[in-house]
């Protein structure tokens, strides 16, 4: 038994069982149903039989499922900065996170189009707990990270991860996805945990991080939604945390989350890669000693990287104009915009809730406050 066999994705040897065992299920129905309207379910089920490899489940299957949900709940996808990316070489895309399952499955689908190395993918094992759910991740090249773990298990857990993390990267020549950190973000204000830094520093000699940080080629990621297809799922978290509340999930939260993220309409969509962060890490090993400050400043400067270039729509400066009652970037915007902004606003919020109204503004209008201490960002 591999150490990793706890947390990894299928090997191309047991993708053909997997795809068995989950071939009559109806959730692959309603996906296969899905991707492919027009096909009968013998023929995508002869097709899925003959799948030996990740790569080919998921340029043949995942790929085309992804391009239908755009097709259906966006406007489409556009894309910056993946030409400056070696098409052989292998990194650490560290992201905001927005969509439980999208925000790295559009990742894999702009690294495919650009020819350059797709991911394996970190998802929390809360988000897998069902049998099906479980076994199409693993055959999507995702990687669990542990959730909910006692101190000491967790510390061995991040170590198993960190080290896993390493492998694929500097012995797999396999890019790895992790979000800046755990959870997605809920109010629009987007921020690089230390923790997921610190995690992945454990792969390394204690005394060498920077250089190890080099080694793996960080690149940061900005992912944004002009409308967030769960944005009314969070309010009542949004809620209760300004409350001081200690706020307790539904049973079925997250999948109804799931589903919610990838069916709910979103509009445009735009991923942004920055360059690797080299000569940043270079400058944070020699102007700072304290390896904790080191990690501190490395997950500052994650979230610059992201902020800066987080792409803001009309939708983002609407609610800031609203939020604050001004109309300070109305040039950014159409009245049209407002008032389909507005509309949405009416049918997700209650209005009589002015605390829910204002986290929902708000949500929209932290990038654009983040973006402001940028200059010339905006």
Same mark, same amino acid.
């Given at each position: 038994?591999?150490?990793?066999?706890?947390?990894? $994705?299928?090997?191309?040897?047991?993708?053909?069982?997997?795809?068995?065992?989950?071939?009559?299920? $109806?959730?692959?129905?309603?996906?296969?149903?899905?991707?492919?309207?027009?096909?009968?379910?013998?023929?995508?089920?002869?097709?899925?039989?003959?799948?030996?490899?990740?790569?080919?489940?998921?340029?043949?299957?995942?790929?085309?499922?992804?391009?239908?949900?755009?097709?259906?709940?966006? =406007?489409?996808?556009?894309?910056?900065?993946?030409?400056?990316?070696?098409?052989?070489?292998?990194?650490?895309?560290?992201?905001?996170?927005?969509?439980? /399952?999208? =925000?790295?499955?559009?990742?894999?689908?702009?690294?495919?189009?650009?020819?350059?190395?797709?991911?394996?993918?970190?998802?929390?094992?809360?988000?897998?707990?069902?049998?099906?759910?479980?076994?199409?991740?693993?055959?999507?090249?995702?990687?669990?990270?542990?959730?909910?773990? $006692?101190?000491?298990?967790?510390?061995?857990?991040?170590?198993?991860?960190?080290?896993?993390?390493?492998?694929?990267?500097?012995?797999?020549?396999?890019?790895?996805?992790?979000?800046?950190?755990?959870?997605?973000?809920?109010?629009?204000? !987007?921020?690089?945990?230390?923790?997921?830094?610190?995690?992945?520093?454990?792969?390394?000699?204690?005394?060498? +991080?920077? !250089?190890?940080?080099?080694?793996?080629?960080? *690149?940061?990621?900005? /992912?944004?939604?002009?409308?967030?297809?769960?944005?009314?799922?969070?309010?009542?978290?949004?809620?209760?945390?300004?409350?001081?509340?200690?706020?307790?999930?539904?049973?079925?939260?997250?999948?109804?989350?799931?589903?919610?993220?990838?069916?709910?309409?979103?509009?445009?969509?735009?991923?942004? *890669?920055?360059? *690797?962060?080299?000569?940043?890490?270079?400058?944070?090993?020699?102007?700072? !000693?304290?390896?904790?400050?080191? /990690?501190?400043?490395? @997950?500052?400067?994650? !979230?610059?990287?992201?902020?800066?270039?987080?792409?803001?729509?009309?939708?983002?400066?609407?609610?800031?104009?609203?939020?604050?009652?001004?109309?300070?970037?109305?040039?950014?915007?159409?009245?049209?915009?407002?008032?389909?902004?507005?509309?949405?606003?009416?049918?997700?919020?209650?209005?009589?809730?002015?605390? @829910?109204?204002?986290?929902?503004?708000?949500?929209? @209008?932290? $990038?654009? +406050?983040?973006?402001?201490?940028?200059?010339?960002?905006?």
């Amino acid at each position: 038994m591999s150490k990793f066999d706890s947390i990894r $994705p299928y090997y191309d040897s047991e993708v053909n069982e997997g795809i068995n065992s989950i071939l009559h299920h $109806p959730m692959m129905k309603a996906m296969m149903n899905f991707t492919y309207p027009d096909l009968d379910e013998s023929d995508w089920k002869e097709q899925l039989k003959k799948t030996h490899s990740i790569r080919d489940f998921q340029i043949n299957f995942i790929y085309e499922s992804v391009q239908k949900v755009l097709e259906r709940s966006s =406007d489409g996808l556009t894309t910056s900065g993946f030409d400056q990316l070696d098409k052989n070489t292998s990194y650490l895309f560290i992201s905001n996170h927005r969509d439980i /399952i999208l =925000d790295t499955s559009l990742l894999n689908v702009s690294l495919y189009d650009h020819q350059l190395i797709m991911t394996a993918s970190a998802i929390g094992d809360n988000l897998v707990k069902k049998d099906f759910l479980l076994k199409l991740s693993k055959l999507n090249r995702n990687f669990l990270v542990q959730r909910n773990l $006692p101190p000491r298990e967790l510390l061995h857990s991040s170590k198993l991860m960190s080290e896993y993390i390493g492998q694929l990267l500097l012995r797999e020549n396999r890019s790895v996805w992790i979000a800046q950190r755990e959870g997605r973000t809920k109010d629009g204000n !987007d921020a690089t945990h230390q923790g997921v830094i610190k995690m992945l520093a454990m792969g390394s000699d204690e005394n060498l +991080v920077m !250089d190890y940080f080099k080694k793996i080629k960080i *690149v940061p990621v900005s /992912i944004s939604y002009e409308y967030d297809p769960t944005d009314a799922l969070k309010m009542p978290q949004l809620i209760a945390e300004a409350n001081n509340e200690i706020y307790i999930k539904e049973k079925n939260e997250d999948f109804i989350t799931l589903l919610s993220g990838i069916m709910g309409q979103k509009k445009r969509i735009h991923i942004h *890669v920055a360059g *690797v962060l080299d000569q940043e890490i270079d400058q944070i090993k020699s102007s700072i !000693d304290n390896s904790n400050k080191q /990690i501190q400043a490395l @997950a500052q400067t994650i !979230d610059d990287a992201i902020l800066s270039t987080y792409k803001l729509w009309p939708t983002n400066f609407i609610a800031y104009d609203l939020l604050h009652n001004t109309n300070r970037f109305s040039t950014h915007y159409t009245e049209n915009e407002k008032m389909l902004f507005e509309r949405r606003l009416e049918m997700k919020i209650d209005a009589a809730n002015p605390m @829910a109204t204002e986290s929902f503004l708000s949500m929209y @209008a932290n $990038p654009v +406050v983040n973006k402001m201490k940028y200059e010339n960002a905006l």
